[in-house]
C-alpha cells in the first residue's frame, strides 16, 4: 500500500515536469495532488468537469461540494478561472488544446502505451475522459505506482488489459523512480528513493536502459 508521503513524493516530481503557462489536465488518485505543489509556477489546470484554472485543494474549512474536479474532490479556482460545460471541455481536449495530460495507469508497456481504464472481468463504471486525453493531449506523463496491489509491475512487455489508444505516453512517474520512453523501449532516467538497482531491476516488468540516471536520494546503494 501505498503511502501519503510516497503519493505525495510522486506529485511533487511530476509539478517539476510543468511549464510555465500550461494547460495540464490531471487525472483521478495521485495526479490530484498536484496542484498543491505548483508553487508559484502559473500552470493552467483543467477538469474535465469543466473548469480551467483550477487552484489548491481547500482546507477543511473551506470546502464547498459544488466545486469539485472530475475526480468528485473538493477544489479552489484560481484569479480569472473560467467555468463551460463538460461537452466545451472535451472540445478543448478532443481539438488538441491540451499541453500535457497526467494520468494514472494500470498497465504501461515497454514503449509507453497506456491501459487505464478498464480491468478485464470486472464491472466498467465509464471510460471517463482517459482515452480522449490520451489521443489529444501534446504531452503524456503517467504517475503511479510501479506495482499493483497484487505486486505484479505495471511496467510490463505488452498490455494484457485494454488500450487507452495507440499513443503513448513521455515519461512514467513512480514512487521508485522515474522512466522515459523511445522507440526502442524504456530508459530509466532517475532514481527517487533509497531501492537499490538489482531490486528495481527485480520488480520492474521489463528491461531498462541505465546509461544516465539522475540520482535524488543520497541513501541509493548500487
Not at 57 to 73: F, R
Not at 79 to 91: E, I, M, P, R, Y
Request: with cysteine; aromatic share 4%; hydrophobic share 40%.
Amino acid at each position: 500500500m501505498l503511502s501519503q508521503s510516497e503519493r505525495i513524493k510522486i506529485a511533487k516530481r511530476v509539478a517539476e515536469e510543468l511549464s510555465e503557462g500550461q494547460i495540464v489536465n490531471l487525472g483521478v488518485g495521485i495526479p490530484t495532488l498536484i496542484p498543491d505543489f505548483l508553487g508559484d509556477k502559473k500552470v493552467f489546470l483543467q477538469s474535465e468537469n469543466g473548469l480551467l484554472g483550477m487552484g489548491p485543494t481547500p482546507d477543511d474549512e473551506n470546502v464547498n461540494m459544488d466545486l469539485i474536479s472530475a475526480s468528485k474532490k473538493p477544489i479552489t479556482m484560481e484569479k480569472g478561472a473560467s467555468l463551460f460545460d463538460s461537452s466545451d471541455s472535451f472540445v478543448m481536449i478532443r481539438g488538441g488544446h491540451i499541453d500535457v495530460a497526467v494520468l494514472g495507469a494500470l498497465q504501461v508497456d515497454q514503449y509507453g502505451e497506456i491501459a487505464n481504464w478498464a480491468v478485464p472481468g470486472k464491472s466498467i463504471l465509464g471510460v471517463g475522459g482517459a482515452i480522449d486525453l490520451v489521443a489529444g493531449a501534446k504531452r503524456i506523463i503517467i504517475a503511479c505506482t510501479l506495482q499493483a496491489k497484487d505486486g505484479k509491475s505495471k511496467l510490463v512487455k505488452k498490455l494484457t488489459f485494454p488500450s487507452s489508444g495507440t499513443r503513448r505516453a513521455n515519461i512514467l512517474v513512480t514512487e521508485h523512480a522515474v522512466f522515459k520512453f523511445t522507440n526502442t523501449g524504456t530508459e530509466l532516467i532517475e532514481i527517487l528513493s533509497d531501492i537499490s538497482m538489482e531490486k528495481l531491476k527485480e520488480i520492474t516488468g521489463v528491461e531498462f536502459g541505465c546509461d544516465n540516471v539522475k540520482i535524488s536520494s543520497s541513501k541509493i546503494t548500487k
